[in-house]
């Protein structure tokens, strides 16, 4: 599955959060953000946390990949780009813009050993493949940061309640924006689109998911991209099972899962998947603060299959 949902107990405290950040603009996006676009795989049911410990004994999700292909499969040297979509980025109270910039910043190197999980997948090998080991082209970690450009696009409001189409246009937009015009740089590119506080980007957040990605396909060539919503409007503890009231943990749980299932399968699914979904599906209820050089984030547990179960360590 693409689609990221929060906790019902983080509902709870999403929907008291909401009427406090945003009190008239839910209101305005009334009827209209009650459910997901169809046909975009609808959102996963409203899932209750779980503690860390019984997360990791899930029932196994060996991930297998779904194409031969050389291209779309993985992301083999990841490359992020933040746009911050639309005028109301003039507020950001939970600061958002930073510490995503600051997460990214820090996702590389030796103090990174959560994104070397990533590493043993790859793209060219056999359909239906489940280990790597030297075959294939696999996903490097970086050496430097994934943080390949940041936009705010400010030129004029983002809709209240977009679509996933005109989220998909705006990733579009981006690849135009960083010269990114030919299928060969957007191999490795990531558009994360992040909307602002009050918004409701494919129906956020009545429709149940924290983020979700995807591809489209444009005259650059094929997209990958993120739709990104402001995920502390659901409050604190929504969308990660860290209940120390933390504002910023449900973001950055959030899109480091968004992160690994877009690397894992670039033009989804054609990529790594098992029978519980993709490589951070049937790990939503392991984090682990890990300390970067820029600092200390929430990053989401992500299923490893030479380890044969959830982990935050690879």
């Known amino acids: 599955m693409r689609v990221r ?31 997901p676009v169809a046909g975009h795989h609808g959102a996963k049911p409203i899932h209750r946390q779980a503690e860390p410990a019984a997360q990791a004994q899930a029932v196994s999700n060996t991930l297998s990949v779904g194409s031969a292909g050389t291209q779309g499969v993985v992301s083999p040297k990841p490359k992020v780009y933040l746009v911050f979509w639309g005028s109301q980025w003039s507020k950001d109270p939970a ?17 990174d050993t959560w994104g070397t999980i990533l590493d043993q997948y790859c793209e060219g090998v056999a359909k239906g493949t489940t280990t790597c080991g030297s075959s294939g082209t696999h996903v490097s970690h970086p050496s430097s940061t994934p943080l390949a450009g940041t936009w705010f696009d400010n030129s004029a409001a983002a809709p ?20 990114n015009t030919t ?16 918004t409701h980007p494919d129906g956020f957040p009545n429709s149940g998911f924290c983020a979700w990605h995807d591809f489209t396909t444009s005259s650059y060539g094929k ?22 009231g933390r ?21 989804p699914s054609i990529g790594w998947n098992g029978g519980n979904g ?12 890990v300390t970067l050089t820029t600092g200390t984030f929430d990053l989401q547990g992500l299923w490893s299959n ?6 935050t360590k690879g």
């Open 5 to 35: 949902p929060f906790s019902s107990k983080a509902r709870a405290l999403g929907l008291l959060s909401l009427a406090a950040l945003c009190a008239g603009s839910f209101a305005e996006a009334g009827s209209a953000a009650a459910a």
């Open 95 to 111: 600061g958002v813009a930073p510490d995503l910039q600051n997460l990214f910043k820090g996702l590389y190197g030796s103090k």
């Open 160 to 179: 209240a309640s977009s679509t996933a189409a005109q989220i998909a246009a705006e990733a579009a937009k981006a690849a135009a924006h960083f010269g």
């Open 223 to 244: 997209l990958a991209y993120t739709n990104l919503p402001y995920v502390p409007d659901t409050g604190a503890g929504g969308c990660t099972t860290f209940t120390d």
């Open 247 to 267: 504002l910023l943990s449900g973001l950055e749980s959030t899109e480091t899962h968004e992160y690994a299932e877009t690397v894992t399968d670039f033009w």
């Open 306 to 311: 030479s380890a044969n179960k959830c982990v």
């Open 278 to 289: 993709e490589i951070g599906d049937e790990c939503e209820n392991m984090d682990a603060y």
């Open 183 to 198: 299928q060969a740089p957007n191999l490795n590119a990531q558009y994360v689109v992040v909307s602002a506080t009050g």
